[in-house]
């Protein structure tokens, strides 16, 4: 199927009064509070556009006009550019997009299924998975590689990224060199891919500090990918009751004002540089301190939030999928699938953390993404909703059929169960004497035996020479850098 016509946006949950209220709470913080703005190159860009700053406090104060003119300087979306231009992802309305878990430093072994460290294998495995699993949208590395020299991590992920996927790349931006060194791998990919491409082949995602702060190397990351035209996500990610109100309304007000005010930074380095509008907030859990990731409070401020976003004409990114649960068990079953679900119908349209995170965010299951992109075919599904028209009607089948007849030796049937029907491959639907007479295989062994054959066989699109060849000078550069 068409990826980039599968749409969301059956649920709302904020009528349009609810979100005028929102927008004028955000614009009375960022006028009469502002945001701490300690990185030096942005207060500068902030004063020369206009905002109100004190040098001293270093807070910026911003007018509803400034708001106004950075909100009508965003395109309502773009297009992402793959290496492979058939695996484009179109950043726009209320369209879908998955994408996996984000950046953990352990993984859930796959024999063992015990947390360890993970590795730099572990990234090369897990984005050649990516790259066969056709409901995932991009090539993200999901884990932090613990097993390179500190400082090197954001090269070895995106040199996972590119020998291993030929899917959509996301960048770093920890940092200026982070960013920089980012920066040089993609436009290495798009001089060598010989296409001229539809839109930027690389996005990065950013977070705020909350409440109301910048991070400073963050920022310096986000400047180079916005004055190099790559787009970035602006997005918060907030404790409700920790470092956002307790309530849910109040965590939006404060998340939407922390991402205009980085709306305001980016249209005035590179005006019309296309944004996406995100959120990875949630609530505290008031017994442990932690941001929980299964709540389905989670997938309330995705869903708001992705209404926010299409209120502001700009695309979405909220993250479900993430279990808070430390086994695969029902606790991660239903966490996962409420938040996905909810996120989906919603219309969000690039959903990180759709499978294999586990542990409150903190480890990537090799089983988990393959349970996780099953779960996908199902909720894919329910996205394509019911076709309405003759053939799908089937008077005619129902005429020929008649009373006590059956469908089953019907060419209708034929034609259309597989498109009108999601076959899942791991669960069981057999009887229990069939389940019992196999060995009583389980969900979690199937998924790793999947998991091998992928790994075993799956063969990504090689890389350009060229490419190899610029990657391996980066390398030394950044080892050097690293050592220093």
Not at 126 to 149: Q, S
Not at 207 to 233: A, H, M, Q, W, Y
Not at 308 to 325: H, Q, S, T, V, W
Not at 431 to 460: C, F, M, Q, T
């Amino acid at each position: 199927m068409d990826w980039n016509s599968l749409r969301g946006d059956y649920l709302t949950f904020l009528t349009r009064e609810e979100m005028d209220s929102i927008h004028a709470t955000s614009l009375r913080v960022l006028k009469e509070v502002g945001l701490k703005v300690t990185n030096a190159q942005a207060f500068d860009i902030f004063a020369d556009a206009g905002a109100e700053v004190d040098s001293d406090t270093k807070i910026v104060t911003f007018s509803e006009n400034l708001i106004d003119d950075a909100l009508a300087a965003t395109p309502d979306g773009f297009i992402w550019q793959a290496r492979d231009p058939e695996k484009n992802l179109v950043m726009r309305d209320t369209l879908v997009h998955f994408s996996p878990a984000a950046c953990p430093p352990f993984v859930r072994d796959l024999e063992t299924g015990e947390q360890r460290p993970a590795t730099y294998q572990d990234c090369c495995n897990m984005v050649k998975i990516n790259d066969a699993l056709e409901r995932i949208g991009d090539c993200f590395c999901p884990i932090f590689p613990t097993d390179v020299p500190p400082g090197s991590e954001h090269y070895y992920m995106m040199r996972a990224m590119a020998e291993n996927s030929d899917k959509c790349i996301r960048g770093r931006v920890t940092g200026r060199q982070v960013a920089l060194d980012s920066i040089r791998i993609a436009n290495k990919i798009t001089a060598a891919s010989g296409i001229m491409p539809e839109g930027p082949n690389m996005i990065a995602l950013t977070d705020t500090i909350s409440p109301l702060r910048t991070d400073d190397e963050i920022v310096d990351g986000l400047i180079e990918f916005v004055k190099n035209g790559f787009p970035v996500i602006l997005s918060a990610e907030m404790m409700a009751g920790g470092t956002g109100p307790a309530s849910l309304a109040g965590t939006l007000a404060l998340q939407n004002a922390e991402i205009l005010s980085h709306v305001v930074l980016c249209q005035k380095i590179n005006p019309g540089i296309p944004l996406i509008y995100g959120t990875t907030s949630s609530i505290m859990d008031m017994k442990t301190s932690m941001l929980r990731y299964g709540a389905m409070e989670m997938a309330l401020i995705n869903a708001t939030t992705a209404q926010l976003a299409r209120y502001y004409g700009m695309p979405c990114r909220g993250a479900a999928g993430c279990a808070d649960a430390k086994e695969l068990d029902m606790q991660a079953g239903y966490e996962v699938a409420l938040n996905v679900l909810l996120s989906a119908l919603a219309g969000v349209n690039y959903m990180t953390q759709s499978i294999g995170g586990m542990d409150m965010g903190l480890s990537v299951s090799y089983r988990k993404i393959m349970i996780d992109h099953e779960m996908l075919g199902s909720i894919v599904r329910c996205l394509q909703g019911v076709t309405v028209d003759e053939e799908a009607l089937a008077y005619e089948v129902i005429k020929n059929v008649g009373p006590g007849g059956t469908f089953l030796t019907q060419m209708h049937t034929l034609q259309n169960f597989r498109r009108e029907h999601f076959l899942a491959d791991l669960a069981d639907t057999t009887s229990y004497p069939s389940w019992d007479a196999k060995g009583r295989i389980s969900l979690e062994s199937k998924a790793a035996e999947n998991v091998k054959e992928i790994l075993a066989n799956h063969e990504p699109a090689p890389l350009p020479e060229s490419v190899v060849t610029e990657l391996d000078a980066i390398e030394k550069e950044v080892l050097e850098r690293s050592s220093a």
